[in-house]
């Protein structure tokens, strides 16, 4: 099940016509048709029943219905989240910082920071280290 299928039913439920369905979807009414007929086999069950030319959710309808309007506002809220993920408003940023220079960097740099992405939270470390085998003094084990 995929977007684009939870849409078709929605519309369906929407209109209550194939016909109609079909045209808001660019779709041909017998394309419609041949796939709410493969859902219903799949489902082993009616998702609508034909009253004239109206298509009345069935209780089986109604339920995938309901999911399916979740669904595609969990889809929704995720492409929203994933859109702050890619322009970096929202997130979370790790920075580890040798324990001398933290004190003078921290409260210069954060306030600013957090004024251009107020969506990503920080967590700061402060570590006082020693030169170790071929690690700059001031990584403490960060790579």
Same mark, same amino acid.
């Given at each position: 099940?995929?977007? /684009?299928? *939870?849409? %078709? ?15 808001? $979807?660019?779709?041909?009414?017998? +394309? *419609?048709?041949? %796939?709410?007929?493969? $859902? ?14 109206? %298509?009345?959710? +069935?209780? $089986? ?9 979740r669904m595609l506002e969990l889809d929704r809220d995720w492409q929203k989240e994933l859109q702050d993920l890619n322009a970096c408003r929202q997130g979370e940023l790790n920075i580890a910082?040798? $324990? ?11 306030? @600013? ?10 967590? *700061? ?16 084990? @960060? /790579?």
């Open positions: 099940m995929n977007v /684009q299928e *939870l849409n %078709y039913i929605l519309c369906i439920a929407r209109h209550q016509n194939l016909t109609e369905a079909a045209q808001e $979807l660019y779709l041909s009414q017998p +394309t *419609l048709s041949k %796939y709410l007929q493969k $859902l219903e086999r799949e489902m082993n069950g009616k998702l609508f029943s034909r009253v004239g030319n109206r %298509y009345v959710p +069935t209780d $089986l309808g109604r339920r995938y219905l309901e999911y399916a309007r910082f040798p $324990l001398m220079r933290s004190s003078c960097l921290v409260p210069r740099v954060l306030p @600013v920071f957090h004024a251009r992405y107020p969506g990503v939270q920080v967590n *700061l470390w402060e570590e006082s280290c020693a030169v170790h085998a071929g690690r700059p003094a001031g990584l403490c084990g @960060v /790579q």
